[in-house]
């Protein structure tokens, strides 16, 4: 089974820093992978999908990028509304998420 | 607009077993996937299987094998999760999820199933 592993496993940052998260496959996925964004009472939200492409209405201050085992999922500019975990997920074959990466503000 | 509606919270005894739903509306039930998904107190996301409702052929993680059983309705659009053999551990909420065929990244999810398993 491919794992996927997620670091850090949380961070604080202040408003309008540069955020990077990054996920690591045990074996190479192409670029079978998404993000997700997972608020506290709410639904997961699909922010990625191919490792790189932004979903509709998903705001550019994210982006993502990687193939292979690594991969990055990047907040240009921490904004409150982005304190949430973040997980990433391969979706070649068997689905499987990372641990998640909790971020929060300074 | 796309929905996926789940059944209501659960309470359970251990050794118990649940089946939660998931109703679908909105699109053409049997050209997307629907997976389970749940997610422990405290804890992060974990995929437990799918579901492809055009014929039925399902896949679940190696964890769950033996525990779980993931089936559809389409004259209802429905999918359904049943979990047996009910521990403490199982206490989570679950989720439904839809993809494409193949592409198995999630865009739609349902409001989330509590579950709790109590003595």
Not at chain 2, 32 to 60: C, K
Request: proline share 4%.
């Amino acid at each position: 089974d491919i794992q996927m592993t997620q670091s850090p496993s949380s961070l604080s940052a202040s408003v309008g820093d540069r955020v990077t998260i990054t996920c690591r496959a045990s074996q190479g996925i192409i670029n079978y992978l998404a993000w997700y964004q997972h608020k506290p009472g709410k639904v997961p939200k699909l922010l990625i999908s191919g490792a790189s492409t932004l979903q509709s209405g998903v705001p550019s201050r994210f982006s993502g990028s990687g193939s292979g085992t690594d991969f990055t999922l990047t907040i240009s500019s921490l904004q409150p509304e982005d304190v949430a975990t973040y997980y990433c997920q391969k979706y070649n074959s068997a689905p499987r998420f990372g641990q998640g990466t909790k971020v929060e503000i300074k | 607009q796309v929905q996926l509606v789940q059944s209501g919270a659960e309470v359970k005894k251990p050794g118990a077993s649940v089946k939660v739903s998931c109703e679908a509306s909105g699109y053409t039930f049997t050209n997307f996937y629907l997976h389970w998904v749940r997610q422990a107190p405290g804890q992060g996301l974990e995929w437990m299987g799918m579901i492809n409702p055009s014929d039925s052929n399902t896949r679940y993680a190696q964890k769950f094998q033996g525990r779980v059983t993931v089936t559809r309705d389409t004259s209802t659009s429905t999918v359904y999760m049943e979990l047996s053999s009910l521990r403490s551990d199982d206490t989570a909420v679950y989720y439904c999820a839809r993809s494409k065929p193949w592409y198995h990244y999630m865009d739609v999810w349902g409001k989330g199933t509590t579950v709790t398993v109590s003595s």
